[in-house]
C-alpha cells in the first residue's frame, strides 16, 4: 500500500479511519431499536447493561460545563446513587449540551455506544426521584452529524452491538524520532479511543514481525495522524 494520511478519529468523520496499508471505511451506523437501558463498560470495547433506577450510573460531564454547574450536577447524580468521572473510557452516560463537537469524551462515547445525554436527562431524573431512560434525551445536532456523515441513535447502536473495530491490530505511526506519542496528541487520543472500538494496539516491532498474508487481510489497519513521520511510515507500509 501507499503511506496514507491521517486518521479518522483525528482529522476524519466519527466511526471512519485512513489506513496506510489496508483501510476499513465502514461508516457509523446499522439502524435497530433499543430499549430501555444504558450501557456501562465492558471489556474489549464492549458494553454491560444497566438498567434504569438500578444504580450503577456513572457520569462524565462535557468539559463545556463551568465548576459551578458541575458541583450543582454531580450533588444531583450522588443524590440519586449515581456517581462522576473524569475518566472518558470508564462512564456509563456523557452529559453534554448542544452544540455537539469532536472531543475526545464524545468520540469515546460514541466508540462504545454510551448515551450522549443532555441535561433534560438529568433534570428528568431528578423529577422521577430515579435515573430514567436516556432514548428521549440525547443531544441532537443535524448539522455536526450530516458534516459527519452519521446518525447518532444508530452509531450508539452498532458500537453496541458489534464495535467497528473487533479484533483488528492497530498501530499508529508515531512521530519522527519519539518511541511514544507526545501527550494530548492525536496519536495518544488515538491510543485512548481505539481500544474502545475493539482494537489491539500494535508496536512497530509487532507489525514489522507480521506474516504478509496477515497484513494484505483484514486484520491489520496502520494510521497516521499529523504528527506522524511519514518516513517512518514509509518504512513500514
Known amino acids: 500500500g501507499s503511506w496514507g494520511g491521517g486518521a479518522g478519529a483525528a482529522g476524519g468523520a466519527p466511526g471512519r479511519a485512513g489506513s496506510a496499508k489496508r483501510s476499513r471505511p465502514a461508516p457509523p451506523g446499522a439502524a435497530g431499536g433499543h430499549g430501555g437501558s444504558?450501557?456501562?463498560?465492558g471489556g474489549s470495547g464492549g458494553a454491560v447493561v444497566v438498567r434504569a433506577g438500578t444504580g450503577g450510573v456513572k457520569v462524565?460531564?462535557?468539559t463545556?460545563?463551568?465548576?459551578?454547574l458541575i458541583a450543582k450536577y454531580t450533588a444531583q447524580i450522588e443524590k440519586l446513587n449515581g456517581s462522576v468521572t473524569?475518566?472518558?473510557?470508564?462512564?456509563?452516560?456523557?452529559?453534554?449540551?448542544?452544540?455537539?463537537?469532536?472531543?475526545?469524551?464524545?468520540?469515546?462515547?460514541?466508540?462504545t455506544g454510551r448515551p450522549v445525554v443532555g441535561e433534560t436527562w438529568l433534570k428528568a431524573s431528578n423529577g422521577a426521584r430515579t435515573f430514567v431512560p436516556w432514548e428521549d434525551h440525547l443531544v441532537r445536532?443535524?448539522?455536526?452529524?450530516?458534516?459527519?456523515?452519521?446518525?447518532?441513535?444508530?452509531?450508539?447502536?452498532?458500537?453496541?452491538?458489534s464495535p467497528l473495530l473487533a479484533g483488528v491490530r492497530v498501530h499508529v505511526v508515531t512521530p519522527q524520532g519519539a518511541r511514544t506519542h507526545p501527550a494530548a496528541s492525536a496519536g495518544a487520543m488515538l491510543e485512548v479511543l481505539l481500544p474502545l472500538a475493539g482494537a489491539v494496539m500494535a508496536?512497530?516491532?509487532?507489525?514489522?514481525?507480521?506474516?504478509?498474508e496477515a497484513l494484505e487481510g483484514d486484520g491489520w489497519l496502520v494510521l497516521a495522524t499529523q504528527d506522524s513521520s511519514e518516513a517512518e511510515g514509509k518504512r513500514l507500509v
Open 38 to 41: 444504558s450501557t456501562a463498560p
Open 60 to 62: 462524565l460531564f462535557s
Open 64 to 68: 463545556g460545563f463551568d465548576p459551578a
Open 86 to 111: 473524569q475518566d472518558s473510557t470508564d462512564f456509563t452516560h456523557f452529559l453534554t449540551a448542544f452544540p455537539l463537537n469532536r472531543s475526545k469524551s464524545m468520540l469515546c462515547a460514541l466508540a
Open 141 to 161: 445536532h443535524a448539522k455536526f452529524e450530516s458534516k459527519h456523515q452519521f446518525d447518532l441513535p444508530s452509531t450508539l447502536e452498532a458500537a453496541r452491538n
Open 203 to 212: 508496536s512497530a516491532a509487532d507489525l514489522r514481525g507480521a506474516a504478509a
